[in-house]
């Protein structure tokens, strides 16, 4: 079959094409920006990579009109409060009416659990897509999840980041939601096997995990997991808007996600017990087991995808990475160093391990101090670390950076700064003719962005020369 998945760079999507391509079915890549795009996928006849905007419906014709199955897993977290909605209702309608003159025969929508009777905006937005999908041309195949667990998605990360820091949490009421978690690979499993199977078009379906959870039982089980003791009281007290701060400052989530996720939190989430587990033969795990096999594999280095590479985690990009690759000669101002590199493939490896765990090799503290005060003043500090140790793709997020060019073949990555700037900055890396040449460029918005950069200029000095030095030296 030729299988077209949408959101093919979002954290779903990333797992589920290897899935596919293994099955051997072609699968076509829609994305909004082929920077963004796995480079294997390049390289590979089973995949196509083709660019599309949902948004922009001129952009559709890029997509062959000969798609079998068709995954709709475009989703918007937190990309604008005010009216993601309207968009990912936009999304919704230009999908339909595009694919309504074609051969396609199966939609396969991964939703959320709505059963409560009183739902978060957010929540309601995908009950609104649903309907929008429905179609006379093809069959809509709707599984509705609830929270999923899985290495790199923002709910184990922020449960992670909750138990790891906080010995004694003073929480929000909302800690005592029920939910039903629910793992990433039996997910993948309900996608996958729902294709193509007629039984399915025009059905919609709960998906979820063997237990009813609440949010602190959840996060208690995560600490005898990590064989950590933690203790939670949850006060009635705490408003949506400290909820929401409470999650910004002590996980790596933005606080328009943090916004999004307090106001979905306090929405049960149980799903309506169905035979689709006997009919796609998936057992799904427990919670436990979930997060058991999460670590299993972060120890491996062998995250597939993390929602931090998603640019909903991101402070100041929303989509296309093009505009930012280019660097401006004008009107910047530019810190430039070099030095002879003493060990090509040694100096590679350090660069593309750079931040995360690794640190930026020089003045960590520094770094830190700078990370705390981004998130101080609203920006996303240094907490999103890294999704791998040593591999770096364009899109990925790394700290308060985001990488915009990555190659080692050219010897280049190129960062863009996602912090609270007056301004936009780039951190460029170049090994050429046997030198490292590091360029650090601002271009200033105004007077504010001149007085920034001539107050951090003195760090600047020992900063950069000192990163550079450790890059080179054996």
Request: hydrophobic share 40%.
């Amino acid at each position: 079959m030729k299988i077209l998945v949408t959101g093919a760079t979002g954290y779903i999507g990333k797992r589920l094409i290897p899935i596919l391509i293994n099955e051997g079915h072609h699968v076509v890549c829609a994305v909004r920006d082929k920077l963004r795009a796995d480079k294997n996928y390049l390289e590979d006849e089973h995949i196509t990579i083709v660019e599309a905007d949902f948004l922009k419906q001129d952009t559709l014709n890029n997509i062959p009109k000969d798609i079998d199955v068709a995954y709709y897993l475009i989703h918007s977290m937190s990309n604008s409060s005010n009216n993601f909605e309207r968009l990912e209702a936009v999304c919704a309608a230009n999908f339909k009416s595009y694919f309504s003159s074609t051969q396609l025969k199966q939609v396969i929508y991964l939703s959320g659990i709505t059963n409560d009777e009183q739902l978060s905006k957010h929540l309601q937005s995908r009950k609104n897509v649903e309907d929008i999908l429905a179609s006379d041309s093809y069959g809509l195949t709707i599984l509705k999840a609830g929270i999923i667990v899985g290495s790199g998605s923002s709910s184990f990360e922020i449960i992670r980041d909750l138990v790891e820091k906080l010995p004694v949490m003073v929480a929000p009421k909302w800690l005592n939601t029920k939910t039903q978690p629910l793992a990433v690979r039996d997910v993948l499993a309900f996608l996958s096997r729902a294709k193509g199977k007629k039984e399915f078009f025009n059905t919609s379906y709960d998906i979820f995990g063997p237990e009813i959870l609440t949010y602190k039982q959840m996060l208690l089980e995560f600490a005898k997991i990590r064989d950590l003791k933690r203790y939670i009281l949850t006060v009635p007290v705490m408003t949506p808007k400290l909820s929401s701060y409470w999650l910004y400052f002590v996980t790596s989530t933005s606080y328009k996600l943090a916004t999004a996720l307090v106001d979905s939190m306090g929405v049960q989430i149980v799903g309506k017990p169905s035979n689709i587990n006997q009919l796609l033969e998936v057992k799904p795990i427990t919670y436990k087991e979930a997060v058991e096999l999460a670590f299993e594999k972060i120890e491996q280095n062998s995250i597939v995808s993390s929602w931090k590479d998603s640019m909903v985690s991101s402070g100041r990009l929303k989509n296309s990475l093009h505009k930012y690759i280019n660097v401006p000669k004008y009107g910047c101002f530019k810190d430039y160093k070099e030095r002879k590199v003493q060990n090509e493939k040694d100096t590679i490896k350090k660069i593309w391990s750079i931040g995360g765990t690794t640190g930026w090799y020089y003045g960590n503290f520094l770094w830190k101090i700078r990370g705390y005060l981004d998130k101080l003043v609203g920006g996303i500090g240094l907490r999103r670390g890294r999704t791998h140790n040593s591999e770096l793709d364009a899109g990925d997020a790394l700290d308060f950076w985001r990488v915009i060019f990555s190659d080692k073949k050219e010897k280049k990555l190129l960062l863009y700064a996602e912090m609270k700037l007056p301004g936009e900055a780039w951190l460029e890396f170049k090994i050429d003719e046997g030198l490292l040449k590091q360029t650090a460029t601002f271009r200033p918005r105004g007077l504010a962005g001149r007085l920034y950069w001539y107050s951090v200029y003195p760090f600047h000095g020992f900063i950069f020369t000192g990163l550079i030095n450790k890059l080179v030296s054996k």
